[in-house]
């Protein structure tokens, strides 16, 4: 065998190997082979000689950059030259031993000129936070440059030799020394530029290196087949010196030889880093598998704490509106549960992608949020993070339990749509604007976002784009020291820092493609999903709401919803109206919805009118004296049709024509879309009669009229003005009902209804409270209304049902308070009764309230009846029904009339008289068909209309009436009788000077059984409805 003498020549990877020459009997002819050698022996000599020029001519750089941290480094500018005894060989040149060598920063920063091989893996070992060791080397480095060459050598060699390592010091950063091997995980990593000659470098948490480790497995097994070699060849470790020895001799070997050599010694390097791995590094990302091994973590181990596709619990999460509203409105401040589909790691922080589920009115879309944890220095407490996995929770499952109920009530509040609202919410006045809401609402984001701006949440999907692949940033710098005309001097060498984040892109997409939400989401098609029962806990406590009562949105806590429940025994129980109104009302709104109904499934279109679209609603005004139930009547049909009651007044739609037309169709359109009853309330401001002198209230009279056509929902009218109403209504309303006083027998039983309440209210309060309820004289109570309601007359201290029901709060409040305050001086001195709530309390509101109507009547002269028939907008003493109709005196043919020289021929000579019931005849007897019994009244006082008192008024001497604003017409004609609905209006001037008439009780003929009113009309009686029976 042939032999060559040694050369400087060594592998590739700077691994020192033997090699045996080329055998005799070898296919090439004896002068190749020779020619070959030496052409292989020149190569290797120019190798070295452009090496060493390389080195000379090298800039050097005065800046150091390690993980980001600039360290400022005076450097000779003279490269080392071969002749330099003191120095070793360069760091690129060093035999590199198949190890593993752990270093503190300075030994991992820095080489020295003793140092005669370099470790395969190297380990910088280090605090999580590494400052401290930044400042140790900068001192270091410092002192290196002053002091002499000797002391120099010795403090360079005694720290290599140290190697002081902290105690609980960790894996900081991961180099490899060889480049070979760097270059092939550069290939593994699809860089841009995979012919680095720098030691590549990892810092914690070393995510390619766990993301990619099965692909370096792979690449073993491939490089192993493309070399061909097997695993007896890799298991020869003859040609690696052991650590610390110097280098075996060199052998030369062929081409062939060498190339065979290099990937042997890559295939080791590459099988010993994946055991190095295995051991050391993929543990790192199953640390935090158990919660109760680890209850601290560092800045730089929040990689492998958050994991993609797990809940994220927001410990800042709010509890009430009042901590911070407007983080309550978007939902993410009070939202206890996120899902992780994306985290990033920065020198400075550290970022969450998470997401929570709301809805937007359409369907469940995804909203996206950023949680950022700024970077702190050594351990904290994962509890103390402020947001942290779930699975570290203390009260794990109680959260999760909680998230559940929120996020199913949610749901069903969603699916629900028109529910209860009893609670604090937050209103669009301000970001600090709360308000107590009891009232029905709807749920609906959708028209709330589009009215409220602020309120619009961003909802976006995560982007499928994965980013630039990572990159090895070369420009981190390792100190080589030599001793040089006797002192230590530094030149630079590069580590290859590889920088990458996308392999947490790479994460996310394949997470968004499985997470079943966001795939959908991705592909457009969130109004297909089907929320899940995992889903829930991503829903929000906060939806948008439209408060019936106040007619704006407001942001409501779910916890504060509940049901609209229906009253047991129905709600037609207990509303007190005529049963004939009842039952037609019932069966109108029946039909109107049934309709309705087959109208919305394109079966049928055809209606009454001819025009397409037109006169589809159902249009009911409700008038009479206030405080009847015309309003209880809407609410009573809504509640019972399970349909939202929208109010409107004048105050929501305004007075400019533009403005009224504009918002009335906003509100009707709510209405369509809600499914509501809509409920205008003293609507005689919209459909008061049109004058010629106010053009701007014709214009909104004209504006509701064209509206009101074409609505196709059900519109309840309620006045107490009915007078005052524009002639062109009447075609459009479909029905009028009228609401006179009460009766005995409603006043009875409204009472009835109201101590059945307060029994209720009373016994749910005790539960509430653990106290006794108060107990209630039924019979005295009952008692008393019957005296109260025979001793007092309308318009002058008997109550409507609204007044009834105020009068049981405060009798309830009065008992409360004295019976809590047993020694206050608002007891009474004697306590008969032994009952808490007895009719005494009930006489101290009848007493309170007389004296304030007893003051209104003294001032005005009149009782409120009196007035609105003085002003010709209502009669309370017409009845809605007839025995027979009543003939209809429509004024003389001009020249016709006689009397008053101002007549001008529109009044006819022969006085009229006075409607009746207004409470000012003596004996005047008035019948009430709504109900359905006749009453007596009988005036107390009498007075003349100017305010002054004087004789009861007298039919058949001279009138001198004024025509009323309201009709154009005075009320003549009225002893015959007068059609329902017609405004009249009367002169407080006028003079009456007839005897007075004396009220009598003799049949009707044609009418058997009815009652006559000398006013000539009768009205209807039924067996039993007499108001003088024995109660």
Request: hydrophobic share 35%; with cysteine.
């Amino acid at each position: 065998m042939a032999t060559l003498e040694p050369t400087n020549e060594t592998p590739s990877n700077g691994v020192v190997a033997n090699g045996p020459a080329t055998a005799p009997g070898t296919p090439l002819a004896k002068d190749q082979v020779e020619y070959t050698r030496m052409l292989e022996k020149r190569l290797s000599e120019l190798e070295n000689r452009l090496l060493h020029l390389e080195l000379q001519n090298k800039e050097l750089v005065s800046k150091r950059v390690v993980n980001g941290d600039n360290v400022e480094s005076e450097i000779d500018n003279t490269a080392k030259s071969p002749s330099d005894d003191d120095a070793g060989p360069e760091p690129a040149q060093l035999p590199i031993v198949r190890e593993i060598r752990k270093l503190n920063w300075i030994n991992f920063a820095n080489r020295f000129p003793d140092q005669r091989d370099s470790a395969l893996i190297e380990l910088l070992m280090g605090p999580p936070s590494l400052e401290e060791e930044y400042k140790k080397d900068d001192v270091f480095c410092e002192k290196l440059r002053l002091v002499g060459a000797e002391e120099a050598q010795q403090l360079m060699q005694t720290t290599r030799e140290r190697n002081v390592i902290r105690p609980g010091a960790c894996i900081q950063s991961v180099r490899i020394t060889s480049i070979p091997l760097s270059r092939e995980l550069l290939e593994i990593f699809d860089a841009d530029e995979n012919t680095s000659s720098n030691p590549l470098v990892f810092s914690r948490p070393f995510v390619p290196l766990i993301h990619y480790f099965d692909e370096f497995k792979k690449k073993l097994i491939e490089l192993k087949s493309e070399f061909g070699l097997t695993e007896e060849e890799l298991e020869d470790e003859s040609g690696m010196p052991p650590a610390g020895e110097e280098p075996l001799p060199i052998t030369v070997m062929t081409f062939s030889e060498k190339t065979r050599a290099d990937n042997i010694c890559l295939l080791k390097d590459f099988r010993y880093l994946i055991q190095f791995l295995e051991q050391e590094i993929l543990p790192l990302a199953d640390m935090f598998d158990a919660p109760g091994r680890h209850k601290k973590v560092c800045f730089v181990d929040l990689w492998h704490l958050f994991r993609v596709g797990e809940y994220i619990y927001n410990t800042d999460a709010t509890a009430s509106f009042q901590t911070n509203p407007m983080s309550v409105v978007t939902a993410d401040g009070d939202q206890k549960l996120w899902k992780l589909f994306w985290k990033r790691a920065f020198d400075d922080k550290f970022e969450l992608k998470c997401y929570r589920i709301d809805h937007n009115g359409e369907a469940y879309v995804c909203i996206p949020t950023t949680f950022t944890i700024e970077y702190f220095k050594g351990e904290k407490d994962i509890a103390d993070l402020a947001v942290y996995p779930l699975r570290f929770a203390e009260k794990k499952e109680e959260l999760i339990r909680e998230c559940q109920e929120t996020g199913q009530k949610c749901k069903e509040c969603l699916d629900g749509q028109f529910l209860l609202h009893t609670g604090w919410a937050l209103t669009p006045d301000s970001q600090s604007s709360l308000q107590y809401i009891a009232s029905d609402v709807i749920i609906d984001a959708g028209e709330a976002m589009k009215l409220h701006l602020n309120w619009k949440f961003n909802s976006r999907y995560p982007s499928t784009d994965t980013g630039d692949r990572g990159y090895a940033d070369s420009s981190h710098v390792m100190f080589y020291w030599r001793i040089k005309d006797q002192k230590a001097v530094s030149s630079n060498t590069y580590n290859s820092y590889w920088i990458d984040d996308w392999v947490g892109r790479k994460e996310k997409i394949d997470y968004c493609e499985k997470d079943s939400f966001l795939s959908y989401g991705m592909k457009g098609k969130e109004k297909e999903y089907k929320l899940r029962d995992e889903d829930t806990v991503l829903l929000p406590r906060r939806l948008f709401a439209y408060v019936l009562q106040e007619r704006r949105f407001v942001a409501v806590d779910i916890r504060n919803l509940s049901r609209v429940k229906k009253s047991a025994g129905g709600s037609f129980e207990n509303l007190v109206i005529d049963p004939d109104h009842m039952s037609l009302l019932q069966s109108l709104v029946h039909s109107h919805f049934t309709r309705k109904k087959i109208q919305d499934s394109g079966f049928y279109s055809v209606n009454q009118d001819i025009v397409h679209n037109k006169g589809r609603g159902l249009v009911i005004l409700l008038h009479g004296v206030p405080g009847v139930g015309k309003t209880s009547t809407a609410e009573t049909i809504a509640h019972e049709w399970s349909k939202p009651l929208l109010p409107i007044t004048y105050g929501d739609l305004g007075l400019s024509p533009a403005n009224v037309e504009g918002k009335l169709k906003d509100v009707f359109r709510l209405a369509q879309l809600w499914g509501c009853i809509l409920l205008l309330d003293e609507a005689d401001v919209f459909l008061s009669e049109r004058k010629p002198t106010d053009l701007e209230r014709n214009a909104l009279v004209s504006v509701f009229l064209r509206v009101l056509e074409y609505y196709t929902g059900i519109l309840f009218l309620t006045t107490n003005r009915v007078g005052n109403i524009d002639e062109a209504f009447r075609s459009r309303i479909h029905i009028s009902l009228h609401y006179p006083n009460l009766g005995k027998r409603e006043t009875k039983r409204i009472w009835k209804l109201n101590l059945d309440r307060l029994k209720t209210i009373e016994d749910e309060r005790a539960t509430a409270t653990n106290q006794a309820p108060l107990t209630i004289d039924v019979d005295g109570i009952s008692k008393f209304a019957v005296q109260h309601y025979n001793e007092s007359q309308q318009g002058k201290g008997r109550w409507n049902g609204r007044q009834i029901r105020n009068a049981f709060l405060i009798a309830s409040a009065l008992a409360r308070y004295e019976k809590e305050n047993p020694d206050s001086k608002s007891q009474p001195l004697i306590n008969l009764s032994r009952y808490d709530i007895c009719a005494r309390h009930f006489k101290t509101v009848a007493d309170a309230g007389s004296g304030f109507d007893k003051y209104l009547y003294e001032t005005k002269r009149k009782t409120p009846g009196e007035v609105a028939f003085v002003q010709g907008y209502r009669n309370d003493s017409v009845n809605h029904k007839f025995s027979q109709m009543p003939n209809i005196h429509y004024p003389p043919a001009p020249g016709q009339m006689g009397g008053h020289p101002n007549n001008q021929g529109f009044f006819p000579s022969t006085p009229s008289p006075i409607p009746q019931g207004q409470g000012h005849y003596e004996g005047l007897q008035i019948h009430n068909a709504g109900a359905r019994q006749s009453q007596t009244q009988f005036a107390q006082y009498g007075y003349s209309p100017d305010g002054s008192r004087g004789q009861p008024y007298q039919h058949g001497h001279d009138l001198n009436p004024v025509a009323s604003p309201q009709m154009g017409m005075a009320p003549g004609g009225y002893g015959q009788g007068l059609s329902m609905g017609m405004g009249m209006g009367l002169n407080s001037g006028f003079n009456l000077q007839q005897p007075p008439v004396t009220p009598s009780k003799q049949p009707v003929q044609g009418s058997p059984g009815g009652l006559q009113h000398q006013d000539g009309y009768s009205g209807p009686t039924r067996p039993g409805d007499d108001d003088t029976d024995s109660d």
